[in-house]
């Protein structure tokens, strides 16, 4: 499910990096300003998912359905036999790989029956849905990998060394690392629907197949919107750290 490494083909990995920029600009107390709430919020975030998914990892599934037998379930009744599902290591590195058409769990949401396994495991199921039905954002998201992940690395770094350059040549520089890093915060923002519209999704079928009780939905939801507020926070440091280097241009050119 969760923060992605962002810039990857495949829905939702774990840890959500931004260790992009280049330590100049972290010696800027502007930046922290800027960066420095958006920042906060995205460790409060993932400090409430591993807490969240602990939690919940405690506690069964009535139906005593694991995450890999809810996501078949799901797959099976939405037309996806197809797609396989695959246990693979690291806490909380769940996701879907569109290439592969797999759905990869995590050992334990793979294994445990509990109210955590399946949310995450169902969360996924609905991107393999997502997929099948051509929804538009998460195909957007796809075309837009290429240009994010050379444009997270490049923009901040054209960006500074345009900062350090005189006269035109500078100047163009930096807007062209503005323009890259863009696409970053464009990206962020592109993903918060396909996130939010798995999630409920997944909500959606694990009561409507029997997987979950209305009653265990609490659990359910508890995991998936604290997954949900990490892109949010992922969104808003995209788009601090953009308005940051809208400010100092500004400041350049004044
Ligand atoms: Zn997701």
Redesign the pocket.
């Known amino acids: 499910?969760?923060p992605?490494l962002m810039f990857t083909f495949v829905?939702?990995t774990y840890i959500n990096d931004n260790h992009l920029l280049p330590t100049a600009m972290y010696m800027d107390p502007l930046y922290f300003i800027f960066a420095g709430p958006a920042m906060l919020l995205g460790l409060w975030a993932q400090f409430k998912v591993k807490s969240a998914f602990n939690k919940y990892s405690q506690v069964r599934t009535q139906s005593g359905i694991t995450g890999a037998e809810a996501a078949r379930r799901i797959l099976d009744r939405g037309g996806l036999s197809r797609v396989t599902i695959e246990a693979t290591h690291g806490m909380l590195s769940d996701?879907?790989d569109p290439f592969h058409k797999s759905l990869r769990l995590s050992e334990d949401v793979y294994n445990l029956p509990s109210i955590a396994s399946v949310g995450v495991a169902a969360?996924?199921a609905?991107?393999a849905l997502q997929d099948k039905t051509g929804y538009m954002p998460l195909h957007l998201r796809s075309i837009m990998v290429p240009a994010v992940s050379v444009g997270s690395y490049v923009g901040p770094v054209l960006f500074m060394a345009g900062m350090f350059l005189a006269g035109t040549i500078g100047t163009t520089l930096a807007w062209a690392g503005i323009m890259l890093f863009g696409s970053t915060a464009l990206f962020a923002l592109v993903t918060l629907p396909?996130?939010f519209n798995?999630?409920r999704r997944a909500k959606e079928l694990l009561v409507s197949q029997g997987i979950v009780s209305s009653a265990e939905l609490k659990g359910i939801n508890a995991v998936l919107d604290a997954?949900a507020l990490t892109y949010v926070a992922a969104a808003a440091q995209a788009i601090m750290q953009l308005l940051y280097f809208l400010t100092i241009m500004n400041r350049r050119n004044s």
Do not use: L, N
Request: cysteine-free; glycine content about 6%.
């Open positions: 499910m969760f992605d829905t939702d996701h879907y969360h996924e609905g991107h396909v996130e798995a999630s997954a």
